[in-house]
């Protein structure tokens, strides 16, 4: 039995020299190679098939390697459309956990500060009013005037003025008298560093008792 040739490769010259091949040597290369396997592993389907290695570059060998080539871009493009699948659902599961990830840091800075403010909520001291001092009316309007404020802000002696249409000395000897029973709040907030007043704990927990105690007729 004469061995089996395997076909001659194309990118080596007969000198042993590396060429470049040709198209027609290119193409026929997978038929070729198709008919040495079947004639070198499966003699027998080969004789029914009818072919050799004389068959190299012949009708066979053409037909073969064109679905061998169209088999190879039919794999090379499923190949590249199962990387884009995977790069598109490696991507949106990476952009996924950022904002996952993103969304529970938010939620964890909001858990914070609710059980931050609920401990300051449970610092602050209890205010006990023992003995309710004697208002003037005037001092229970600036008292009233106080509560109306937002948090952040404050009324110096100027605005309570203007609110209350009274003079200034006035005003400012009953908010002093209110500062002294802790009723009011000093800070600085009023014009060239006057001192304004904001309503403390005691003064808004007197409101609260002189407005739940009932009227008499």
């Known amino acids: 039995m004469e061995p089996i040739l395997e076909p001659p490769n194309p990118f080596i010259a007969e000198t042993g020299s590396l060429v470049i091949p040709s198209f027609e040597q290119l193409f026929y290369l997978p038929g070729d190679w ?5 004639s070198s592993r499966a003699p027998a389907v080969a004789d029914m098939l009818g072919i050799s290695p004389a068959a190299y570059g012949g009708t066979f060998a053409g037909f073969s390697a064109w679905f061998c080539w169209i088999l190879l871009a039919v794999m090379i493009i499923a190949a590249t459309s199962f990387v884009r699948r995977f790069d598109r659902a490696v991507t949106g599961g990476i952009v996924g956990f950022g904002i996952e990830l993103r969304r529970r840091w938010r939620m964890a800075l909001v858990f914070a500060e609710y059980r931050r403010r609920l401990r300051v909520q449970r610092k602050e001291p209890t205010i ?18 106080h509560a109306k ?3 952040g802000f404050a009324l ?12 200034g000395h006035e005003i400012r000897a009953a908010l002093e008298r209110l500062h002294k029973l802790n ?5 600085v907030g009023g014009v060239d560093g006057e001192t304004a007043y904001t309503l403390s704990a005691a003064g808004r927990t007197l409101l609260q008792i002189r407005h739940a105690r009932p009227r008499i007729a």
């Open 149 to 151: 404020l937002s948090p």
């Open 156 to 167: 110096s002696t100027r605005d309570v003025a203007q609110e209350l249409n009274t003079r």
């Open 34 to 38: 198709l008919i040495y396997l079947l």
């Open 183 to 187: 009723l009011l709040n000093a800070t």
């Open 128 to 145: 006990e009013v023992a003995e309710e001092p004697g208002l003037s009316r005037d001092e229970l309007r600036i008292l009233q005037l």
